[in-house]
């Protein structure tokens, strides 16, 4: 299962991956976030795998799911993306994309959520959808 949001405030697209992740679920989260104009022009996206239990995902299907990313129109790409992950099979997927970030893109994978939230200059507080409440319920201020 995926479960995405984002928090224009902060211009950041939260991802939530749970389960077995495989090539199909990847691929319509891929269409979808090209095709929803609130996931354009973001700074930044945080894909949070850690509870990913395991992966359906062969060769094949890594190939579409890079070929797809690599169609994503320029405005559908965040220009930071934080990948968070404790496997080891995912965490090396996450590589292959580090190596293909293109101009104006970086990714870059982590094992903790907060080196990820640092890196992408984001405080915890700042990202009221972490903890799985929506943008709408951030405080006033």
Same mark, same amino acid.
């Given at each position: 299962?995926?479960?995405?949001?984002?928090? *224009?405030?902060?211009?950041?697209? =939260?991802?939530?991956?749970?389960?077995?992740?495989?090539?199909?679920?990847?691929?319509?989260?891929?269409?979808?976030?090209?095709?929803?104009?609130?996931?354009?022009? =973001?700074?930044?996206?945080?894909?949070?795998?850690?509870?990913?239990?395991?992966?359906?995902?062969?060769?094949?299907?890594?190939?579409?799911? =890079?070929?797809?990313?690599?169609?994503?129109? *320029?405005?559908?790409?965040? %220009?930071?993306?934080?990948?968070?992950?404790?496997?080891?099979?995912?965490?090396?997927?996450?590589?292959?994309?580090?190596?293909?970030?293109?101009?104006?893109?970086?990714?870059?994978?982590?094992?903790?959520?907060?080196?990820?939230?640092?890196?992408?200059?984001?405080?915890?507080?700042?990202?009221?959808?972490?903890?799985?409440?929506?943008?709408? %319920?951030?405080?006033?201020?």
């Amino acid at each position: 299962m995926i479960r995405h949001d984002v928090d *224009p405030k902060t211009r950041t697209r =939260l991802a939530r991956f749970e389960g077995v992740l495989c090539a199909e679920s990847l691929l319509a989260f891929v269409d979808e976030i090209g095709r929803d104009p609130r996931h354009h022009d =973001l700074d930044r996206e945080i894909l949070d795998l850690r509870r990913v239990v395991d992966l359906d995902i062969d060769a094949n299907g890594l190939s579409a799911i =890079l070929a797809a990313n690599d169609a994503l129109p *320029p405005a559908a790409c965040a %220009h930071r993306s934080a990948v968070v992950s404790n496997d080891e099979l995912v965490f090396g997927m996450v590589r292959v994309f580090e190596l293909r970030a293109t101009e104006g893109q970086e990714t870059r994978g982590f094992r903790r959520i907060d080196d990820a939230l640092s890196w992408l200059g984001l405080a915890r507080d700042e990202v009221p959808f972490l903890e799985g409440r929506s943008p709408a %319920h951030r405080k006033a201020e």
